[in-house]
């Protein structure tokens, strides 16, 4: 199965400051078949990027994606209060379906 | 719109079994796969498994093999998640979701039902 690690863990930055979110794939992803989502407390996620680097209907364009092979990354250009949440990517290319563990993206 | 809404919280003993209940609305409930997704207290998301609303075909996580059973009820455009042999670790929200593209199993998790919290403690 393929591994997705992600860092940092804990990710501490200003609003309207620049966050990059790296997740990393044991293996090459197929496809680049590569989601990311955000998840806020007693929510269910909610799907940002898919293909690596589409953005879903009405996410923001301060979201981004970026990266092929085993090394993606998600960037939120401008960190705005709402953003402030856990971020998981996911892996879609082989079975079974993994996540990464997580990076929180806490106030400073 | 798009909704899935799953059946309520439940509490159960080691051993026995629950059956989570995903009801869709706001689209063709055949033409879009639905995959489980669990998340214990405090912990990152778990990927159970996916089923086609279509054919019935499903794809389990090996962990969850031989204890998991997703079927669907097309008359009623519902998804069911049916977990056996409970055990404490068990414990967590279970989640359904639909891929975001009709007959492409490659993008999972565009809409998503509220979760269901399955709580195991004797």
């Known amino acids: 199965e393929i591994v997705l690690t992600q860092s940092p863990g804990t990710l501490s930055v200003s609003p309207g400051e620049r966050a990059t979110l790296s997740c990393r794939a044991s293996?090459?992803?197929?496809?680049?078949?590569l989601t990311w989502f955000q998840q806020k407390p007693g929510q269910a996620p909610r799907l940002l990027i898919f293909g690596a680097s589409s953005r879903a209907t009405g996410i923001p364009e301060r979201f981004s994606g970026s990266g092929s092979g085993t090394d993606f990354t998600l960037t939120i250009s401008k960190l705005e209060p709402e953003d402030f949440a856990v971020y998981y990517c996911q892996q879609c290319g082989t079975s079974p379906r993994t996540f990464g563990q997580g990076t929180k993206v806490e106030i400073k | 719109q798009v909704q899935l809404v799953q059946s309520g919280a439940e509490v159960k003993k080691p051993g026995a079994s629950v059956k989570v209940s995903c009801k869709t609305s706001?689209?063709?409930?055949?033409?879009?796969?639905i995959s489980w997704v669990r998340q214990a207290p405090g912990q990152g998301l778990e990927w159970m498994g996916w089923m086609s609303a279509y054919n019935g075909n499903t794809n389990y996580a090996q962990k969850f093999q031989g204890r998991v059973t997703m079927t669907t009820n097309t008359s009623t455009s519902t998804a069911y998640m049916e977990l056996r042999s409970l055990r404490s670790d068990d414990t967590a929200v279970y989640y359904c979701?639909?891929?975001?593209?009709?007959?492409?199993?490659?993008?999972?998790?565009?809409?998503w039902g509220q979760g269901t919290l399955v709580t195991v403690s004797s």
């Open positions: 979701a639909r891929d975001l593209k009709a007959w492409n199993t490659l993008i999972q998790g565009a809409y």
């Open positions: 293996q090459s992803v197929s496809g680049n078949y």
């Open positions: 706001g689209y063709t409930f055949v033409s879009y796969g």
